[in-house]
């Protein structure tokens, strides 16, 4: 079970954002990759993957989303949210089956 | 270019039977899963299962086994999730998405631009 909190966040423009994904077990698999990803989706859209492995960042991401963590407890990071952010936030772990995390939306304050 | 891309929107009738569609291009369609996902309105992503287009192997979560069919025809480069009798409750936007075994990089990378499926009588 993957446990996100907040579920929802309310941040100024500029400011930072951080989002919490805890695992029930640790997502460390026996190939040594931990299988912890994170998505957006923007209102009326199919989900992007913006993290792959814990904290790499897919193609084309802007080097404001970051990704942490290790074991059972992960974080994915806005340093200075923009209005394009807008959306949900989804952590996914890969190691055993696929399991979403519930979302976290994100807004505008 | 390397995309999924799915059948359009559907409205049944429950009891109905339904299959849609993932088809994809730009790649080699039998080295990689398509994995089907769930969101019911206004809810987060649930996984459902996937399925192996070199052999057609699937595996189903406990949640939506028995329930659904997955299948694929690599000749044609597409994946497939039925149903034989539809429920109002199956009423949601459903995605297909790819990922390779042993490639962390490419785990649910790709997604498909979903297909909304309406059941109401």
């Known amino acids: 079970v993957l446990t996100q909190s907040p579920l929802s966040l309310s941040v100024t423009l500029g400011q930072p954002a951080s989002i919490s994904c805890k695992s029930s077990?640790?997502?460390?698999?026996?190939?040594?990759?931990?299988?912890l990803n994170w998505f957006q989706q923007r209102p009326g859209q199919s989900p992007r993957r913006l993290i792959y492995?814990?904290?790499n960042r897919d193609s084309g991401v802007p080097d404001r989303f970051s990704g942490s963590g290790s074991g059972t407890d992960f974080t994915l990071k806005i340093s200075r949210v923009e209005a394009d952010d807008v959306g949900i936030y989804y952590c996914?772990?890969?190691?055993?089956?696929?399991?979403f995390g519930q979302g976290t939306r994100l807004e505008i304050k | 270019e390397v995309q999924l891309v799915q059948s359009g929107a559907e409205v049944k009738k429950p009891g109905e039977s339904l299959r849609i569609s993932c088809g994809g291009s730009?790649?080699?369609?039998?080295?990689?899963?398509i994995s089907w996902v769930r969101q019911m309105p206004g809810q987060g992503l649930e996984w459902m299962g996937r399925?192996?287009?070199?052999?057609?192997?699937?595996d189903y979560s406990p949640s939506f086994q028995g329930h659904v069919t997955m299948s694929a025809d690599k000749s044609i480069n597409t994946a497939y999730l039925q149903w034989n009798t539809l429920k109002a409750s199956d009423s949601a936007m459903y995605y297909c998405?790819?990922?390779?075994?042993?490639?962390?990089?490419?785990?649910?990378?790709?997604w498909g631009q979903g297909t909304l499926v309406t059941v109401s009588s």
């Open positions: 998405a790819r990922h390779k075994t042993g490639s962390p990089n490419e785990l649910f990378a790709l």
């Open positions: 730009g790649y080699s369609f039998t080295n990689y899963w």
């Open positions: 399925v192996g287009p070199s052999d057609s192997h699937s």
């Open positions: 077990q640790s997502l460390a698999y026996s190939d040594g990759n931990t299988y």
């Open positions: 492995k814990v904290s």
């Open positions: 996914m772990q890969g190691s055993y089956s696929y399991t």
